[in-house]
């Protein structure tokens, strides 16, 4: 295992060497020390190699992430994993706002809570958060899933385009456009697959299913309050 | 964006450190604010009031300043002079016919009461820190600031801490929008700002609604009702500390509270060497949410 402590390592060099690992590098496994809420550890990687982050990370850890999985043992700043395109992004803790922001593919899981605009605008990854979420979370998300084993915030799925909503708990309101709908049995092996990937103990039929009412998508007049 | 740390002391073992921890904190978030930083400090009551004053020119200033203000008030004053400030005890009851003496000598004050004084100037929060010697401080709470100006000049008076009343100080993160209408109500109120900064009216309006009677958490609240725009306030009192994020909360916080202590941090680096930090509750304020504690 490659060990580097950022007591002693500037940031630049750490991501710089974890962004040179190959597709075929034999150094899989890092453990990144003292990260002491430095902001943008372990972002831009393009290998699959696996990064632990030993306590809590600042702004953007594991941003723009393809291919790698990087788990955080504590807590992560804001925008953990905006804008992955791939791989695996695990939170021990809690996230701050906007995780997972504009995010095409990969595994978001959140063991704790995320607090505001969890999911803002995402494009196609998958989100489980085995805690709440806060308010104006999946604002405008197009595309993926956002699983949410506890409660909801305000105004979810505001302005929300085709990714899929799974809230197991309480919604404290639905954003413009965002209504429940049915669980149909391809929605529930979606959500199964995700849940057990995530590693959250949850039975896929106590989830509701939120999505978009696609008024919004086109100019009408009568819906004009709502724009 | 600015920065804001804050610790309140549980364990009075802790109060000789407090300068030090802050230091510590406020350095760290100097790439939040890199304008000006500032400190209010509450330390042990010295059975008398205590006044914070600053000058440009403090050689000239604040020389026999001590006696003249003790010919004007007709009793005893004490003048311990650091670098540009000086914290001056006076008489009980003299407080009012202190503050005139100052605006006639042209002297800015920087805030008064019983517990707290405020250092706060332009520049570096290392090169503030040093100069007023943050570290060697002591006391059972402190709120400090680094700023990155938005909304007025960066100047020492627009440099935070606050302080509208006494012993009360607020920093703040983000912009209020409606600042000039509350400047308006606040004035008919006698709570008058003296700057042209959007925080300097939320710290008039706190001051306000506890002279109305408001207890910390009430006027915290009444930030929610009445302040339009973005903020994350925290809040000094001689006892108390306060915090409260507005509905849309993009401003960061951070909290940790240990049996020793309760602290705020803008963001998790702040916070990241204090004592026993691995095992604290540590979480983010929610929204609209007030939190205060007092002793």
Redesign the interface.
């Known amino acids: 295992m490659q060990s580097i402590d950022l007591a002693t390592t500037p940031l630049r060099e750490l991501n710089s060497a974890l962004q040179a690992q190959a597709a075929l590098t034999n150094q899989t496994e890092w453990e990144i020390l003292n990260p002491k809420g430095a902001h943008a550890i372990a972002v831009g990687l393009d290998a699959p190699i696996e990064v632990t982050v030993k306590g809590s990370t600042g702004y953007y850890c594991a941003g723009m992430n393809k291919q790698a999985t990087v788990k955080v043992t504590g807590s992560a700043g804001p925008g953990v994993a905006e804008n992955m395109m791939s791989g695996t992004v695990i939170i021990d803790g809690d996230a701050s706002q906007y995780a997972g922001a504009t995010g095409h593919g990969g595994l978001l899981v959140i063991k704790g809570n995320a607090s505001s605009r969890c999911g803002i605008s995402m494009k196609g990854i998958d989100i489980v958060v085995h805690g709440n979420i806060g308010h104006m979370s999946a604002f405008m998300a197009q595309s993926g899933n956002l699983v949410v084993l506890g409660d909801a915030g305000d105004a979810l799925g505001d302005s929300l385009y085709e990714a899929r909503l799974f809230v197991r708990g309480s919604v404290k309101s639905l954003g413009s456009d965002c209504i429940e709908k049915e669980m149909r049995p391809e929605h529930v092996e979606i959500l199964r697959d995700l849940l057990d990937r995530a590693g959250a103990d949850a039975d896929p039929s106590e989830f509701k299913r939120y999505g978009s009412a696609r008024k919004l998508y086109n100019f009408h007049v009568d819906h004009a309050g709502a724009y | 964006m600015c920065g804001i740390v804050g610790l309140f002391l549980k364990n009075e073992g802790l109060r000789p450190k407090l300068g030090d921890m802050l230091t510590d904190m406020l350095i760290t978030m100097t790439d939040r604010g890199p304008d000006s930083a500032g400190i209010a400090i509450y330390g042990d009551e010295a059975g008398a009031l205590k006044m914070t004053v600053q000058s440009d020119t403090p050689d000239a200033t604040f020389h026999g300043l001590d006696v003249a203000l003790s010919h004007a008030l007709e009793g005893p004053v004490n003048m311990r002079v650091i670098d540009t400030h000086a914290v001056l005890t006076l008489p009980e009851g003299t407080e009012a016919q202190a503050r005139a003496f100052m605006v006639e000598k042209g002297i800015r004050i920087m805030g008064a009461g019983h517990s707290m004084e405020i250092f706060k100037e332009v520049g570096l929060p290392k090169d503030v820190a040093a100069r007023f010697h943050l570290r060697q401080m002591g006391g059972s709470h402190g709120i400090g600031h680094t700023r990155m100006a938005t909304e007025s000049a960066v100047t020492t008076m627009g440099a935070h801490p606050f302080s509208t009343g006494d012993d009360q100080c607020l920093v703040h993160n983000g912009s209020l929008s409606n600042h000039n209408a509350m400047r308006r109500v606040l004035t008919e109120k006698g709570f008058a700002p003296q700057t042209h900064n959007d925080t300097e009216v939320a710290a008039c309006y706190i001051s306000s609604r506890l002279a109305e009677g408001a207890n910390l958490g009430e006027a915290l609240e009444g930030t929610l009702d009445d302040l339009d725009g973005f903020f994350t306030f925290v809040v000094g009192t001689k006892n108390g500390f306060g915090v409260v994020r507005d509905?849309?909360?993009?401003k960061?916080a951070?909290m940790a509270e240990t049996e020793d202590y309760v602290a705020f941090g803008s963001?998790?680096?702040?916070?990241?060497?204090l004592p026993g930090i691995e095992t604290a509750r540590?979480?983010?304020p929610?929204?609209a949410t007030v939190y205060f504690w007092e002793r």
């Open positions: 509905p849309i909360a993009c960061p951070v963001e998790y680096r702040a916070l990241a060497n540590v979480w983010e929610e929204p």
